[in-house]
């Protein structure tokens, strides 16, 4: 079992940055890949970034590659998600998430957090 809290969320502006945070409970975090995952209003949630459970390998969508940057701490039980050049199209409430596969599906996932709400403002 593992439990997920994301914070870092806020509002910023466009071209500015925020790290998202996801904290983990949990003896086998470090086993797990990690997620992170979008949702805007009106809008199905979205794939954003993975990163493997030993924080080698790290997956990304295109609309954030470049941009964004995963990563992981298993001695600290966190996960990261660096957000630079901030667009008004970023503006979602983020979820991080813990799978046996890093994957772009929702279905690679077994533990959600609540969510953190990213608003970029023009």
């Known amino acids: 079992q593992v439990q997920l809290v994301e914070s870092g969320g806020g509002l910023v502006q466009a071209g500015g940055s925020l790290r998202l945070s996801c904290a983990a409970s949990g003896r086998t975090f470090s086993s797990y890949a990690m997620g992170w995952f979008r949702q805007a209003p009106g809008k199905e949630r979205e794939f954003v970034a993975a990163?493997?459970?030993?924080?080698?390998?790290?997956i990304y969508a295109d609309s954030v590659k470049g941009r964004f940057t995963a990563s992981r701490d298993n001695a600290k039980k966190m996960v990261y998600l660096q957000m630079n050049s901030l667009k008004p199209e970023d503006t979602a409430v983020y979820y991080c998430?813990?799978?046996?596969?890093?994957?772009?599906?929702?279905?690679?996932?077994?533990?959600w957090g609540q969510g953190t709400q990213v608003t970029v403002s023009s």
């Open positions: 998430a813990a799978g046996p596969l890093a994957g772009t599906g929702e279905f690679s996932y077994y533990y």
């Open positions: 990163v493997s459970w030993s924080g080698d390998s790290t």
